[in-house]
Nanobody
Framework: QVQLVESGGGLVQAGGSLRLSCAASGRTVSNYDMGWFRQAPGKEREFVAAITWSGGNTYYEDSVKGRFTISRDNAKNTVYLQMNSLKPEDTAVYYC????????????????????WGQGTQVTVSS
């Protein structure tokens, strides 16, 4: 079992920055691909970003490209999401997820393919 705990959310003005962290416990996530998803009120949970087990490849949803950066520190069993130039439409609960890697260099954007989830952290961007 892998337990994931997100932190770093909060209230920020448009144009500001936040750094989310996802701390894993229970087992090492060095052989897991990791993803960030978000869910706004009344909307489906959507893919935001993902990173392969080694950190060698990263993927982003189009609306966050150039503003968000996903990274990981396997020694600390932690994944990060640096969010810059935040917009009101980024307001959502952000979830961290882990998927056993297939060592393909690719990641899944489908939430159904992830094995473990955190409880989420609220990000609110005011205009």
């Amino acid at each position: 079992q892998v337990q994931l705990v997100e932190s770093g959310g909060g209230l920020v003005q448009a144009g500001g920055s936040l750094r989310l962290s996802c701390a894993a416990s229970g087992r090492t996530v060095s052989n897991y691909d990791m993803g960030w998803f978000r869910q706004a009120p009344g909307k489906e949970r959507e893919f935001v970003a993902a990173i392969t087990w080694s950190g060698g490849n990263t993927y982003y949803e189009d609306s966050v490209k150039g503003r968000f950066t996903i990274s990981r520190d396997n020694a600390k069993n932690t994944v990060y999401l640096q969010m810059n130039s935040l917009k009101p439409e980024d307001t959502a609960v952000y979830y961290c997820a882990a998927k056993r890697t297939a060592y393909s260099g690719l990641v899944s954007r489908s939430r159904g393919n992830y094995d473990y989830w955190g409880q989420g952290t609220q990000v609110t961007v005011s205009s």
